[in-house]
């Protein structure tokens, strides 16, 4: 039923206001969501989004009026999105919070003829609730059953529908048969825009921790390409500088020329024992007492050391007097 005028005047005042207010939106995919299941989802966005469907041709009106009025804004680039059954939901929140309420709202669904299977469906093993006399049924889908407690059991998982795959009569007589419902529908995110930028709605699922790496890594390899290149950027700068100072205490080591910092390596390599005593030292510092201690220990040693001999030499029962007593 085509769309009266006066509704359409309203469409594309509504939408025009929703584009000049939000700076966030998911495009997403309504394939096979009911009306019931739009409203919850509408209800359940209340505060957080705004939900606006309508045909991709007056989407693609009101983007194109909205940028004839606003020519530097950059909300353009959402038009070649509109492909399919789309919509949008604006906001100005969190977009992963919305991510969320959108997933929560997704509604279980039975295999229906003739539709095409968004995912693989497996049939687990075990009771199947079904008697004895339906056994033709399972062998004619060569599945493998027994009986077990007069009702049919399946033995092995069964691989009974791939992705991409159109669903026949017997699998979806027999996913009924089992209470099975294997796929769910609800709004599908395709796309993310931001503030001018469309991204694949996986980067919602990385945290700040990941984005730190992925940028540092990046670094990284700028880095390194300028410092291959010999072309200075500001993130190979500090590597050039340090670079630059090596070479400098390369050129001090080696010649007459030196600084203050410069004496220190050229003293150690100079004379290396200096600075051997220095890191023990240190380390031994902050034992406390351990240090006194050992040496109280080392006197101790060397105190009943010197008694012994005394004995030895006097008759105190040791052999080295030269054999005996006085």
Not at 131 to 159: M, R, S
Not at 160 to 189: R, T
Not at 292 to 307: D, G, H, I, L
Request: glycine content about 10%.
């Amino acid at each position: 039923m085509p769309i009266s005028r006066e509704r359409k005047g309203q469409y594309f005042e509504r939408l025009d206001a929703v584009l000049a207010t939000y700076s966030k939106l998911f495009i997403v995919g309504v394939d096979n969501v009911g009306s019931r299941q739009m409203q919850n989802i509408r209800q359940a966005l209340r505060g957080k989004g705004e939900v606006m469907m309508g045909k991709n041709t007056m989407m693609r009106k009101v983007i194109s009026n909205f940028m004839i009025k606003n020519p530097d804004h950059p909300i353009g680039i959402v038009k070649e999105s509109l492909r399919g059954n789309v919509g949008f939901i604006f906001t100005n929140g969190d977009l992963a919070l919305v991510r969320d309420v959108v997933k929560a709202n997704r509604r279980p669904a039975p295999a229906k003829v003739g539709a095409i299977a968004p995912i693989n469906v497996v049939v687990p093993p075990g009771p199947t609730g079904c008697d004895p006399g339906q056994t033709a049924f399972f062998q004619a889908l060569n599945i493998g059953t027994k009986i077990q407690k007069g009702q049919i059991e399946i033995v092995n998982p069964v691989n009974l529908i791939m992705a991409g795959e159109k669903i026949g009569s017997s699998e979806a007589v027999l996913l009924q048969k089992l209470n099975i419902k294997p796929f769910d529908y609800g709004l599908n995110i395709i796309s993310v825009y931001e503030d001018g930028s469309i991204f694949d709605p996986k980067v919602l699922d990385m945290s700040q921790a990941d984005l730190a790496n992925k940028f540092m890594a990046a670094i990284n390899n700028i880095a390194a390409a300028s410092l291959a290149l010999n072309y200075p950027t500001l993130a190979s700068l500090p590597h050039s500088v340090a670079n630059a100072y090596k070479n400098l205490l390369a050129v001090a080591v080696t010649t007459e020329y030196s600084w203050p910092n410069a004496d220190k390596y050229k003293a150690y390599l100079a004379d290396p024992s200096a600075f051997a005593g220095s890191a023990p030292a240190a380390a031994a510092a902050p034992a406390g007492g351990a240090a006194p201690a050992a040496a109280k220990k080392v006197e101790v040693e060397e105190e009943k050391e010197e008694v012994d001999m005394g004995m030895d030499l006097f008759g105190g029962g040791g052999d080295a007097g030269g054999g005996g007593k006085y």
